[in-house]
């Protein structure tokens, strides 16, 4: 059980209670997915303290919790709460919290300690529930990209493309996008986050396409790059490189890596070729409840990879004036290996 992993924590670092005020580590610990919400868990008690507009949707959600109506400031009732039951040492999200959360927190006769990763360390081991979320979010961006490829023209805008995704995504079960999604064409597939604009899908662009789908508070991310009518030579040399940077990876990380190690493989492949200082990002990062948790496959990571922790592939090149190349799957780690989430082609396809 989730909150035992934390318990555990409690008991190593002493701490008589932890105070969560993150939306995404509350929906984790609890299951609840109002907008209005914090946690207090102690060895013995789980409480849930939202407003009177969520009292029935919390109750509804989280089984495993007390419900408390804050009945005023929530960090009055948090406050309230810590006195009553004495607690004297205390763990906050300090890396998460504003500054005047923690002044409010950090009231007489209590110590505040910071936990900061503790339960996002722990969210990075996925449990088969959140496996089967993260397919279907899956599922539903392979689905839009083979809408796309059938309904793409040039003379469309970006922004056109970009509209078409979200809708075709929701009508699939999506709640809406996971993060602002990326069409980049032409010479604008050098801008690696460079999300949808007016501009113009002309013949011979290729087109990098960096979305994702929220679905029921998990997440997908996928990259593809295809081209409208044939692109340079150049630009197919490249999406050749990036697909066998991306393939090694798939084939060769195992769980004991470490991310580092991970980013290496394709990292050097891309190196080889002479694009090295054109791949200016990290291999991949960790997919869940957000699009960018842990763990990171980056050349400053040393996080092992374990089995059930759900990653990026994401090798990519990015030449200024001419354009780029990204290619993007979800996977998981297996105890052999990895396995795909997302099973879209990766052929080169130039419409």
Known sequence: ??????????????????????????????????????????????L?????????????????????NQEGPMLGKINDLIKQGQYKNVGVEADLITYNDFQALNTENVELSSIEGVIETIRMIKDEFEIQQIQKASDIVDETYEHILEWVKPGMTENEVNNEMEMFMRSKGATCSSFDTIVASGHRGALPHGVASNKVIENGDMITLDFGALYEGYVSDITRTFAIGEPKEEMKKIYNIVLEAQLAALEQIKPGMTGKEA???????????????AFGHSL?????????????????????????????????????????????????????????FTKSSKDLIIL
């Open 48 to 68: 849930l303290i939202t407003d009177f507009r969520y009292i029935q949707q919390a109750n509804d959600q989280a089984k495993d919790f007390k419900v408390i």
């Open 263 to 277: 980013d290496t493989i394709a990292r050097d492949i891309i190196k080889g070729y002479g694009y090295g200082d």
């Open 284 to 340: 991949g990062h960790g997919i869940g409840l957000e699009v960018h948790e842990g763990p990171g496959l980056s050349q400053k990571s040393d996080i092992v990879l374990e089995e059930n922790m759900c990653v990026t592939l994401e090798p990519g090149i990015y030449v200024d004036g001419l354009g780029g190349v990204r290619i993007e799957d979800d996977v998981l780690v297996t105890k052999n290996g990895l396995e795909r």
């Open 1 to 46: 059980m989730k909150i035992n992993k934390l318990r555990q924590v409690m008991s190593q670092k002493e701490l008589d209670a932890v105070v969560i005020l993150s939306p995404y580590n509350r929906m984790y610990l609890s299951g609840f997915t109002g907008t209005s919400g914090s946690l207090l868990i102690t060895q013995d008690q789980s």
